[in-house]
């Protein structure tokens, strides 16, 4: 079955570090792959997806991430994070094939940016 | 454009009382419907999905059921509410177009049994 691991369920950052997220899949077909972000009291929301073409993915608020296919991994990436970047983020994994788009979700990461 | 409302947006209900949580989708048509629940510290867990009216398919084996009487309609349902059933149920939706299966989610629904 089809699973997404998520690698840091709590980071803790200041403000300006860099930040990584793991995400890893288990599954051998075409996937597509998403970072969706809640942050405190608001809708969970889009912040960058991959369909096909340059691994390579730029999102809203200075997110991109990047699809190894080698690896299985989606990680999530940002080069100086801000406080207001605090929230919790989820990777998610559906197939390329189908017509139903299920979505596979990570467990979350909890990121807290201290100012 | 599209909106996706979600009602209650909490309810507090004692173990064994029914269930009937609403997901109504505004501004698009045909669309894919979901139902999720959101634990701490286990992510989003798909529980149904539906692909048409009366079209409902079952992720988990569970106390709920789910419901699609209208094309931008998805209910939620349980007859007897138990202490596990507590939780954020999340509906999202999404466009049926070849290679984009995006989901957009509403607010969601706190629940908690007692």
């Known amino acids: 079955a089809q699973s997404v691991s998520q690698h840091n369920h709590h980071v803790i950052l200041s403000e300006a570090a860099s930040l990584e997220l793991g995400c890893n899949y288990s599954?051998?077909?075409?996937?597509?792959l998403f970072w969706y972000v809640q942050y405190p009291g608001q809708h969970l929301q889009l912040l960058l997806k991959?369909?096909?073409?340059?691994?390579l993915v730029k999102g809203i608020k200075g997110f991109e991430a990047e699809f190894i296919k080698s690896k299985f991994s989606f990680n999530l990436r940002k080069p100086s994070v801000q406080w207001s970047d605090t929230a919790e983020y989820f990777c998610?994994?559906?197939?390329?094939?189908?017509?139903?788009?299920?979505?596979?979700f990570g467990q979350g990461t909890t990121l807290q940016v201290k100012p | 454009s599209q909106t996706i409302h979600q009602w209650p947006a909490t309810l507090v209900q004692p173990v064994g009382s029914p269930l009937s949580l609403e997901c109504t989708v505004e501004g698009t048509s045909n669309p894919n419907l979901y139902w999720y629940r959101q634990a701490a510290g286990r992510g989003l867990q798909l529980l149904f999905y539906s692909v048409g009216i009366g079209q409902i398919s079952s992720e988990v084996p569970q106390n709920l059921s789910a419901s699609r009487p209208q094309d931008r309609q998805f209910i939620l349902s349980s007859k007897k509410l138990l202490l596990s059933d507590s939780g954020f149920y999340l509906c999202?939706?999404?466009?049926?177009?070849?290679?984009?299966?995006?989901?957009?989610f509403g607010p969601g629904t706190r629940l908690t049994v007692t």
């Open positions: 999202a939706w999404s466009v049926r177009q070849v290679s984009s299966y995006e989901q957009y």
């Open positions: 998610a994994v559906s197939r390329s094939s189908g017509n139903t788009g299920k979505l596979i």
């Open positions: 599954y051998g077909g075409t996937v597509n």
């Open positions: 991959y369909f096909s073409g340059d691994p």
